[in-house]
């Protein structure tokens, strides 16, 4: 039977899948049933389903950008107005014949000019698919990085393991102990580290440090034990 802590987890991993309805029936139903008990994956739930909105809400912002028509209706407006603009330069020399007309030279330069724009514009209507795609894997993965974070939490649940302290055991014995005390000490399951003051200080570790503070505290040698931060 899986923990409470590690239902939390399969639930928060599983909200995407199941707003996409990828979710198996059975573990949608599994889902549904904590969701409606548990107010912290609600909110979960919550979170995701906002950062499915805003994903959506920006795709359809940038999505008519990316189109290949949209860009070849766009070109083909400006190719308009540039005839436009050719057709009234070319009235205007028939109306004045005292204007010189286009040499051959200007001619074959304005052709090379049309010839560079069109092969310009083919040229971005084949790009455009890939800048396309380009784009949406950018926001996609910026929106998954974003999702990722967001779901991290950054406070500790009564389910998470308390943080390790390094506790250090100080111990004072009789000065008129003899070697022996050594042993005494590492009796209690402990062990020395370290010797002050002409052998009669001691710093001593434990696996449990409770449990060996009181047994020192119990031998007739010991003056004083006190637990310190390593």
């Not at 059975?26 to 912290?40: E, F, I, P, S, Y």
Request: glycine letters at 6%.
């Amino acid at each position: 039977m899986k923990s409470e802590a590690e239902v939390h987890a399969w639930c928060v991993e599983a909200l995407p899948r199941w707003l996409d309805g990828a979710l198996a029936a059975g573990d949608a139903a599994a889902l549904n049933g904590h969701v409606r008990q548990c107010a912290a994956c609600r909110g979960e739930l919550d979170l995701a389903r906002r950062v499915r909105r805003q994903f959506d809400d920006e795709w359809r912002a940038v999505a008519p950008l990316l189109e290949a028509d949209r860009e070849r209706a766009q070109f083909d407006r400006l190719w308009t107005r540039i005839s436009a603009v050719d057709g009234t330069n070319a009235q205007a020399a028939n109306v004045a014949p005292s204007q010189p007309a286009a040499s051959p030279q200007e001619g074959s330069l304005h052709a090379a000019s049309r010839s560079v724009s069109r092969q310009l514009a083919a040229q971005r209507r084949r790009y455009a698919p890939v800048w396309g795609a380009l784009a949406a894997t950018v926001l996609l993965g910026s929106s998954a990085a974003w999702y990722r974070g967001a779901t991290q939490p950054d406070f500790r649940t009564l389910a998470d393991q308390p943080p390790q302290r390094c506790i250090a055991l100080h111990v004072q014995v009789d000065a008129t102990a003899g070697a022996s005390v050594r042993r005494a000490l590492e009796s209690t399951g402990a062990t020395v580290v370290e010797s002050r003051s002409g052998g009669d200080t001691y710093v001593l570790t434990a696996p449990n440090p409770a449990e060996a503070l009181t047994a020192l505290r119990a031998l007739p040698d010991v003056r004083r034990a006190d637990p310190v931060d390593c």
